[in-house]
């Protein structure tokens, strides 16, 4: 059993930057890939990034491919997403999820989901 919990959302002007964290509980931490995905009003949940259990691979999405990074620090049960040159398209409610395969941009592989964070990006 992994349980997430997301914090480092808020209100930021288009072209600023905020750092999400997401920490687990747990002492499997390192053995899951872990994720980061969104959800818009009114939108479909999407893929954003992911990263390997070791923290060696990355994946992003092409919306946010070179503005995005993902990293982890397995000694600290913590994954961040630093988001840089925001655009009001990125608002939404940002989760991280853990998944018991490497890593990956499918949702259904995911097994345990935090809560959520806001991110609003005015312009």
């Known amino acids: 059993q992994v349980q997430l919990v997301e914090s480092g959302g808020g209100l930021v002007q288009a072209g600023g930057s905020l750092r999400l964290s997401c920490a687990a509980s747990?002492?499997?931490?390192?053995?899951?890939?872990m994720g980061w995905f969104r959800q818009a009003p009114e939108k479909e949940r999407e893929f954003v990034a992911a990263?390997?259990?070791?923290?060696?691979?990355?994946l992003y999405a092409d919306s946010v491919k070179g503005r995005f990074t993902i990293s982890r620090d397995n000694a600290k049960n913590t994954v961040y997403l630093q988001m840089n040159s925001l655009k009001p398209e990125d608002t939404a409610v940002y989760y991280c999820?853990?998944?018991?395969?490497?890593?990956?941009?499918?949702?259904?592989?995911?097994?345990?989901w935090g809560q959520g964070t806001q991110v609003t990006v005015s312009s």
């Open positions: 999820a853990a998944s018991r395969r490497s890593y990956t941009n499918f949702a259904s592989e995911y097994v345990y």
């Open positions: 990263i390997s259990w070791s923290g060696g691979s990355t």
């Open positions: 747990g002492r499997t931490f390192s053995s899951y890939g």
